[in-house]
């Protein structure tokens, strides 16, 4: 069992940045065995994924939308993965969530339902 907590967030002019923590419980071991994705959902729409990180911590993935403005990374030692998030736009609010995958694929998968452990959820509201 991985417990995934969450950290960051808030409410940010457009333009703004903030920054994204989520650490997972368990062994290091565990956790360098999990690619990691950070998801959104915003009323009315499905949960997306915005990015994710392969186990190898070099394979990453993005959507369209954040391509150029958000980054992903983790850092093994501290069981922990990151989103870093610049030039933020009122589309972009949404409550965030961390999520772990555990399959044994070479890169993330991409939908919701294909991953295996949660965090709680971060609202981000941006205002123009």
């Known amino acids: 069992q991985v417990q995934l907590v969450e950290s960051g967030g808030g409410l940010v002019q457009a333009g703004g940045s903030l920054r994204f923590s989520c650490v997972a419980s368990?062994?290091?071991?565990?956790?360098?065995?999990?690619?990691m994705g950070w998801f959104r959902q915003a009323p009315g729409k499905e949960r997306e994924l915005v990015a994710a990180i392969a186990r190898n911590g070099i394979n990453t993935y993005y959507s369209e939308s954040v391509k150029g403005r958000f980054t992903i990374s983790r850092d093994s030692a501290k069981n922990t993965v990151y989103l870093e998030m610049n030039n933020l736009k009122p589309e972009d609010t949404a409550v965030y969530y961390c999520?772990?995958?555990?399959?044994?694929?070479?890169?993330?998968?991409?939908?919701?339902?294909?991953?295996?452990?949660w965090g709680q959820g971060t609202q981000v509201t941006v205002s123009s």
């Open positions: 368990g062994r290091t071991s565990v956790f360098r065995n999990l690619h």
């Open positions: 999520a772990a995958d555990v399959s044994q694929a070479v890169n993330p998968n991409r939908r919701a339902t294909q991953y295996d452990y």
